[in-house]
Structures are given as structure tokens and as C-alpha cells.
């Protein structure tokens, strides 16, 4: 008897302890996920560094080309959030937005960003496979524009966008239209116009993207607006090992009309290693023969590390008038955390 009391004591005692541990599991779990919870809604910061070397007509220089930090945070499933600011140079705000995510058809974003034009503008410089822009999306995209803003292809407005015909994980057709100041980025408007911009990308496959952009917009005090208006279209190939890229635009600044287009080819292989082959062609001004340019660019991209990217571009410029061609030497580490 003596022996059952005491084996029954052991079992209601084992039991108590292991109800008692559950529950003290139980509440760190909840705690855990509270936690991770709170966590989650934190922005979650990132950045990049661009050192850069130029050589160029017996003259050579290293700079910082970029020098970033990247704040992204989702409070809520339908709700998220970006800054991201540029330290190389002068501190400046590259992109300040806010997006409600409503529907896959149809989400709105407001604040700073990327203008819905051009199938190249919308790379960052994490994603963009050579030193810089192909001229003609440095031109008329808002890089270096004609129209005098040097705004890394953004501008402050509101803009909506979505996709249709969804199948395997990816969109048959996406859009993107934005209203703008047309100024550029960290200024107010100088005019009561507002520009408007409109991109459509179409993928019958998942590798192929066929884009059309249009841009109508204003520049200029008021009383003394001016046209800037552009139109491009696009064709992208990129199977994750071949690449093939080209873009035509055309546009008109003020009175000047401008056009230029570019082909990039590439080959990814060993998953390190990426020569690129472009032929790149402008003209600032179509009725200015000696405003043509062509540049024709060999180059690679080189992945030691997912953190790590050395990239190596030589490019030949060319121009109506000979002695001002020239080549360029660039190379560029990017290291990013």
C-alpha cells in the first residue's frame, strides 16, 4: 500500500511539473511572438557603397558615387513604407514614399520615387548591369534631363499602379501612372501644371517584357511654360543567364526635339561572371548633326560575394566630329549590407 501511495505521489507530482512546464513554454511562446510581432514592424534598414575609378584622357580619379542607407517598414499587410538617402557628396533624399496596397489590380503610392517611364528607369543601382545610364534615359528620364533636373530618375506626386492575368507567380500585364510636379526631387513645383506619366509592360513569357511609356509635362515659371513631352518603347529578354535589352525614346524639350536608343547583351555563366556588349546612341538635337553620339561599351560584372560586386566597363565614345572621340575606363565596387 505503502509503495502505491508513494508511486502515486511521483505521478501527480510528474504530472504538476510538466503541466506547469507547458504552460511556462506556452507563455514564452506567446511572448516570442509577440515579440517577433513588434519586430516585424520595425523598419528594416539596408544600404550600399559605390567606389568608383575613372580613367580618361591621361586623367584618372577615384570618387564615391553612392553612398546609401534604406528604410523599409510594413506596419500592415496592406500598408509599407520607404526612405532611402544618399550620403555621397551632400546628404539628400533619394526616395520618401508611402504605398496602400488595396488590391494586386490597384495600389497607390504617394511621396518620392521612380516615374513610371522608361523600361531602364526603373533599375536601381543594385540592379543596373553597367556604371551608368544609357544616354537616352539619362536625357529625357530624369537623370541628367534635358529639361534641367538631376533628380536619379525620380519626382515627387501620387501615382497607381497593378497587374492583370496573373499565371505562375507573375503578372501578363503591368501598369504604372503617376501625376508629378515635374521639378524633380526635394523641390516644390514652380508652375500650377502637373506632369503626367504612364508606363505598360506586357510578358507573354515570364523572360520577355515588351514595354511603352509615355510622359506629358510642363517646364517652366508659369507664363512661361514649355513643352516636355516623351514617348519610348522597350524589349527585354532576361532568362536569369541571357540577356538581351533595347529602347527607343524620343522627346521634346521645350523647343528641341531629342531621340536616342540603346541594345545591351549579356551572358551570365558560372553564376559569377557577366560580360555585357551595348551600343548606345543619341541625339540631343535632331536638327544639330554634331549633337550625335554613339558610345559602344564592352564590360563585366563580377559577383565574389551576394554582398560584393565589381563591375568593369570600358567605353568608346564617338562623335560627327572625330577628334572629340575618347574612351573611358570605369570600374566600380558596390558593396552592400
Known sequence: MKKIIIALSLLTASLFYTVQAQAQVSDLEER???LESFLSKLPKMSGFINLRYQYENNSNSFDIRRARLDFKGEPAKWFDYRL???FASSPKIIDAFVRLKIHPMFNVQAGQFKLAFSLENPYGPLDLETLENSQVVGYLSGFNDLAGNKAAG?????AVYGGFFKQDGYNIVDYFVGLYNGTGINVKDNNKHKDITGRIDIHPIRPVTLSASY???KIG???ELAPRTRYGFGARYDDGKILFRGEYIKGKTDQKDSDGFYLLAG???ADKFQPLFKYDYMRVDIA???SRQINYLVGIDYWPHKMFLL???YTYRTFIQKEKNSGLLGIMLTARF
Not at 154 to 158: N, S
Open 215 to 217: 510622359y506629358n509635362g
Open 288 to 290: 544639330n548633326e554634331n
Open 154 to 158: 525620380r519626382d515627387i506626386g501620387v
Open 84 to 86: 532611402q538617402v544618399d
Open 32 to 34: 516570442t511572438g509577440k
Open 311 to 313: 563591375q568593369v566597363d
Open 221 to 223: 515659371p508659369d507664363g
Open 267 to 269: 551572358y551570365t555563366f
